[in-house]
């Protein structure tokens, strides 16, 4: 057995462990009471029209404001929502806010009516047997129309939920709601997915917009254009995430990508900064 300080691998591991544990039993019960006691916002980030930067929508990102932590990331406690099952109470309040706040955007500015709000699907909540009845409830309650919604789905949850997305997809459409690939390029895609299910947008993720500067990696404007191609021909959008340099807007405007997500435009803004956005777009049109 060792002694004093010298643990063997077995056991630092052991403490490692348990150190982790630890971290997931708070973080666990911090969620818990978070949800409770409404610590979740939203940030809205806006999505434009890559020539024109004119708005198209929003995409809806979750915060928690934890009283006494920094902000902790999305990418951190929805996985672990997941683990817990808090994720269905926690997407439900996600999907009756950003509903609510696009429905109240509509009925206070008549330009607000041609937009989207997008919200981020978790796998768990569209497993779910009341997903479909959820949406059509939230959608009557909070007077939003379906074609001011956008679901974001990934493509590891198509994967994962094939019958249930070819049956799922067509009767959420049916009501105008249009369906986002998330992430786009980064998990498992098959061609013959995107042949075999109505999707409307394909968001090209960061990683690849990443590689458009100055010295572009060839590699991925080639991934990009195949991207733009695919999209193009099977009849989708396409949203590119991530865009951070002028440089990259008019690199994707040369590649034909009509729609743009990133820090070059806004950061993800708070519901009152979104507000004020929709208002100056107002007042731009107003100018002319
Ligand atoms: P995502 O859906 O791909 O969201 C885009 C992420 O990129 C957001 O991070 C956004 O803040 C960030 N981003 C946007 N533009 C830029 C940019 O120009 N540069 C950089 N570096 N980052 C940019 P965020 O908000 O931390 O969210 C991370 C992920 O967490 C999301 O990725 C999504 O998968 C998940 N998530 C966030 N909100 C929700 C939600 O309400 N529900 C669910 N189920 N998942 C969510
Ligand atoms: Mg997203
Ligand atoms: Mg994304
Ligand atoms: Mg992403």
């Not at 980030?45 to 929003?58: C, D, E, H, R, Y």
């Not at 509509?106 to 949406?135: E, G, M, R, W």
């Not at 195949?226 to 099977?234: E, M, R």
């Amino acid at each position: 057995r060792a002694k004093g300080n010298n643990l063997t691998s077995y056991e630092l591991f052991n403490v490692e462990m348990r150190q982790t544990v630890q971290e997931i039993f708070e973080l666990e019960t911090s969620l818990r009471q978070a949800l409770e006691e409404q610590q979740f916002i939203l940030h809205y980030q806006p999505i434009v029209s890559t020539n024109s930067l004119q708005l198209l929508g929003f995409e809806a990102l979750v915060r928690w404001v934890h009283p006494d932590k920094d902000l902790i990331s999305p990418r951190k406690f929805i996985p672990l929502a997941e683990e817990t099952g808090l994720i269905i109470p926690l997407s439900e309040w996600i999907f009756e806010e950003a509903c609510g706040q696009m429905a109240q955007w509509c009925a206070h500015f008549p330009i607000a009516n041609s937009l989207k709000i997008s919200v981020n699907i978790a796998a768990y909540h569209f497993q779910s047997p009341q997903f479909l009845a959820t949406i059509e409830q939230t959608l009557a309650k909070t007077k939003l129309l379906g074609k001011n919604l956008k679901l974001e789905l990934t493509e590891s949850l198509l994967i994962k939920n094939t019958d249930r997305v070819l049956s799922l997809l067509p009767q959420l459409q049916k009501q105008g709601i249009e369906i986002s690939l998330d992430d786009f390029g980064t998990g498992y895609s098959s061609l013959n997915y995107l042949k075999r299910f109505p999707i409307n947008t394909l968001k090209i993720d960061k990683s690849f917009v990443d590689g458009l500067d100055y010295d572009s990696n060839q590699a991925d404007v080639s991934i990009i254009k195949a991207i733009i191609y695919i999209a193009q021909s099977l009849g989708m959008n396409v949203v590119a995430e991530g865009v951070e340099t002028d440089f990259q807007r008019k690199q994707l405007q040369k590649l034909q990508c009509e729609a743009i997500q990133g820090y070059l435009i806004f950061p993800p803004l708070t519901s009152q900064e979104a507000t004020n956005f929709i208002n100056s777009q107002l007042s731009v049109i107003s100018n002319q």
